[in-house]
Nanobody
Framework: QVQVVESGGGLVQPGGSLRLSCAAS????????IGWYRQTPEKQRELVAA???????NYVDSVKGRFTISRDNAKNTVYLQMNSLKPEDTAVYYC?????????WGQGTQVTVSS
């Protein structure tokens, strides 16, 4: 069982920045593929950014150039740096950890972009 814990959400004004953290347990963290998803009451959960064990990354078009995903295997943590935030980025952000056929979710962290 892998424990996944997100942190770093909050309220920020449009144009501001936040950094989300996803901490996952396990001695083989370096082998996890990890993704950040977000969900609102009006939309299905969507993949925002992902990073593989080999540090390949991909992003949904709407966040390219604004969000950056990175990982620190020594700290068992993946980060999502979010810049130039827009009201439409408001959502609950979830971290997903994949190891082979196994997948684990965190509890989510709320991001609200509003003036």
């Amino acid at each position: 069982q892998v424990q996944v814990v997100e942190s770093g959400g909050g309220l920020v004004q449009p144009g501001g920045s936040l950094r989300l953290s996803c901490a996952a347990s396990g001695s083989i963290f370096r082998k996890y593929d990890i993704g950040w998803y977000r969900q609102t009451p009006e939309k299905q959960r969507e993949l925002v950014a992902a990073i593989t064990s080999g540090t390949n990354t991909n992003y949904v078009d709407s966040v390219k150039g604004r969000f950056t995903i990175s990982r620190d295997n020594a700290k068992n943590t993946v980060y999502l740096q979010m810049n130039s935030l827009k009201p439409e980025d408001t959502a609950v952000y979830y971290c997903n950890v994949k190891l082979g056929a196994l997948t684990y979710w965190g509890q989510g962290t709320q991001v609200t972009v509003s003036s």
